[in-house]
């Protein structure tokens, strides 16, 4: 729905125009500048009012991180600062935006989806997170006030921190290694799902367990749609246009990203056979169980079938039935009775069939 209503109010616009596509308009936009001029790093807020021409400063390195996307005359001034082309200020306030990677003049853009596990449900949430990283500033852009990167700062701020001093593209790898090692936790966590579900439908199968299923195929469907790029951004980290802006002695560090990123798609790839494996189980799971009623159903009306027969040949109205006169007939066919039904039981084992 979000999409389509931002395609409609797209339309008629020029390209560029900035337009935020969240419903966190209410919400006031925070920012916050860490800075680093070769011998200590300082923090502080940042208004919005204020002259944002110290992110250009030579002999400093930048990182600003700004929470809130729906100010689009901030955005503007933040883009005509830094000479940031307008079609990358409409995509990070995009919020519905693909995961890609694009290289400019002066700077790279970067956009990435958070994911984390909601504690109290345990739906797992998406967020998207924009990257503008230049020579020596990096811009974060987040919808919310995410805690994802509190880590980090901590580290920033701690004394003879050296983050900084290995140049502000180590800083930028650092926040998306940790985007992407998170990745690896919301996998872990549909991973146990699915081993769940796999030991529901063998030891406790219920009619209810295929819409777990359906429900655990869209989850990873929708985690797929997300963070499936990431193998193509990764691969985009090896070119040496994009290795000029993280530095070339954190080439390393981006190799190992391509890693993850491979690995990643590579578990995702296997969750999802697996969860098709699982429709396959139940459904064979529920086939045999039906076949086993119609087994059991089959049985009932083969011993009944002779019961049957004697009862109704014996209950047919013609005046002449020798055995009727019989003092002991209708013991002797009682008897022939529990001698066909102990008969059947008896070749039913032999088969197998009970």
Known sequence: MKENSY????????????????????????????????????????????????????????????????????????????????????????????VKIEVWENYIFIVLKLTELNPKNKNIEYKQISFILGENYLLTFQEGNDKIFDALRKRIELPNSKIFYRGIGYLAYAMIDIIVDNYFVILDFLEEKIDGLERKILNEFSDKL??????????????????????????????????????????MYLSDLHDHGITICDILETMTSRTSELFQLYYSILSNDMNNVMKVLAIISTIFMPLSFLAGLYGMNF??????????????????????????????KKKKWL
């Not at 680093?36 to 807020?45: A, E, L, M």
């Not at 503007?76 to 990070?92: A, H, M, Q, S």
């Open 7 to 98: 395609t409609r109010k797209k339309v008629g616009l020029p390209p560029g125009t900035i337009l935020y596509t969240g419903n966190k308009i209410n919400k006031e936009i925070g920012m916050e500048l860490y800075s680093f001029d070769g011998n200590k790093v300082s923090k502080r807020k940042i208004e919005k009012d204020e002259n944002l021409s110290i992110l250009n400063q030579k002999g400093k390195l930048n990182w600003l991180n700004i929470d809130g996307l729906h100010d689009a005359d901030l955005i503007n001034k933040i883009g005509e600062e830094l000479n940031i082309n307008p079609l990358v200020l409409e995509d990070l306030a995009n919020v519905n935006q693909r």
């Open 210 to 251: 295929a819409e777990k299923i359906l429900k655990l195929k869209s989850e990873l469907s929708y985690l797929k749609k997300g963070i499936y790029p990431i193998r193509e951004i990764s691969a985009k980290f090896q070119s040496e246009d994009v290795i000029s802006y993280f530095g070339i002695k954190n080439k």
């Open 319 to 348: 005046k002449y039935i020798p055995e009727l006169n019989y003092q002991y007939g209708y013991f002797i066919l009682l008897g022939i009775m529990v001698v066909l039904v102990v008969g059947m039981f008896i070749i039913f």
